[in-house]
């Protein structure tokens, strides 16, 4: 017998996620621990149950999915992600898969759709509609297009080039003259836009940009 997933559920809509309760519940090995309707929420009940199955909407009160997941994967490593979205969007799926989810399901799908994609992060495996596999996207899915120039602010570059000569966050902070905080929400961004999850992807990124856009001698 399996042992049972521990669930939260985070959605603005109290009727919807009712709902989805009460499909997750048929199923007796799912057992949801907490519902909540804002990111800060969920990061609370993550860090109290650390559950294995956290099932939240992409566009929050207080913020996109994106503002947390990363932060939910720190506060609990094994948690597997599933972003709501408003239609099965490639494009979602690439940015959300990138910073740490582990799937992500359109709001229109049906419960036995939702229970097959949980049933296979159970056996450690991913769902993706067949639709996607026509996408003219789908063969860029590893390679994502970088452009600095056009995906990085100025200030987000100046911030990159620090972290890769090596300098701490907190002198990156005092340089320009903002709160530690404030480069911390800098670098969620610049995450976001090179499609990456951590300080060194970031770096691997942003260094082999700047080396291709060195010209010839």
Known sequence: MRRDWQVV??????????????????????????????????????????????????????????????????????????????????????????????????????????????TGLREGLASIPLTWLQNEDWGQLGQPELDVDLQLTDMEKFIMERIVQGITYDKIAKEIDVSRRSVDNYLRKIYTKLDVSSRAQAIEQFTLYTKSKKPYI
């Open 9 to 118: 559920l985070i959605d603005i809509h109290p009727t919807s996620m009712l709902g989805t309760k009460l499909i997750l519940e048929e199923h007796q090995d799912l057992s949801v621990k907490a519902m909540v309707s804002t990111g800060r929420e969920g990061l609370i009940e993550v860090d109290r149950h650390h559950p294995d199955l956290v099932l939240m909407d992409y566009k929050l009160p207080d913020g996109e999915a994106d503002t947390f997941i990363e932060q939910m994967k720190q506060l609990s490593a094994d948690t597997h992600i599933i972003v709501m979205t408003d239609e099965d969007d490639l494009k979602l799926f690439r940015k959300y898969i990138g910073i740490g989810a582990s799937g992500v399901i359109s709001k229109q799908s049906s419960p036995l759709k939702l229970i097959h994609l949980i």
